[in-house]
């Protein structure tokens, strides 16, 4: 079992930066592909990025592709995500998610466990 926990949203300015964060728990994280999920109001649950268990690998969303960076501390038990030259369509509650299998999928259907969102909101 692994819970998860995001931290690091917030209100920004176009073309502003946030980091977020998720902690996790368990010594089995280190061993799980992480990825990170947003949902705006109205649509649905998308897929950001992802990273595998040892953060040799990562996949992005084309439309964060350049912006955004996943990247995970296994020391720590956390997993971030770098939000560079954010527009106000990144608006939205981010989630953080753990894959068992490993295999970065963008398929949020594959994830097992999943943190409770953080709020991004980018004002123009």
């Known amino acids: 079992q692994v819970q998860l926990v995001e931290s690091g949203g917030g209100l920004v300015q176009a073309g502003g930066s946030l980091r977020l964060s998720c902690a996790a728990s368990?010594?089995?994280?280190?061993?799980?592909?992480m990825g990170w999920f947003r949902q705006a109001p109205g649509k649905e649950r998308e897929f950001v990025a992802a990273i595998s268990w040892d953060g040799a690998s990562t996949y992005y969303a084309d439309d964060v592709k350049g912006r955004f960076t996943i990247s995970r501390d296994n020391a720590k038990n956390t997993v971030y995500l770098q939000m560079n030259s954010l527009k106000p369509e990144d608006t939205a509650v981010y989630y953080c998610?753990?894959?068992?299998?490993?295999?970065?999928?963008?398929?949020?259907?594959?994830?097992?466990?999943w943190g409770q969102g953080t709020q991004v909101t980018v004002s123009s």
């Open positions: 998610a753990a894959d068992v299998s490993n295999r970065l999928y963008s398929d949020s259907l594959r994830y097992e466990y």
């Open positions: 368990g010594r089995t994280f280190r061993s799980y592909g």
